[in-house]
């Protein structure tokens, strides 16, 4: 699965899922197989900036998950489609700090572990650090940060 981050304008998305080699056209980041799951358990960490108890994780998930907003009607299979990530994700995700960056790796790889046990803090380091500048410029420049998916 491919997954880029792409920053936009809301205008925008109707025509990213259909626009080849939209890396050319907009800023992209690409994220290696970073699903809307693990955006929500991020979202998560920086909302609190700790896990939910295990017994609470799937249903904080799910709520976590619920204003992420798929764009454009369901393709074919293998179709790529985007998804408009909450702004309060993107908010939080440029506001954090070097300093904040190690331990948002820790946790994030702590919450993944079951679904991406190849996930390890050292790498999640480098690309939350990736992340959080993109989102950063993404904010001041007054775009919001989409998830573009190509299965």
Known sequence: MLTDLIAASAD????????????????????PSVEPTQWAS???????????????????????MQ????????G?????WL??????????LAQVSEDQIAGLARAWAAAEVERRPQWNAELLEFMLSDMSAFAASAVAQGH??????CP
């Open 12 to 31: 925008d998305a109707a025509v990213i899922p259909h626009t080849p080699g939209h890396a050319n056209i907009w800023p992209t980041l690409e994220v």
């Open 42 to 64: 991020l979202r998560l960490i920086l909302q609190q900036q700790s896990l939910p108890s295990a017994m609470a994780a799937p249903a904080a998930l799910s709520h976590a």
């Open 67 to 74: 204003d992420f907003e798929r764009i454009g009607a369901v």
């Open 76 to 80: 074919e299979i293998g179709d790529p």
């Open 83 to 92: 998804v408009l990530l909450p702004e309060d994700l993107s908010l939080r």
């Open 144 to 149: 919001r940060l989409f998830l573009w998916i």
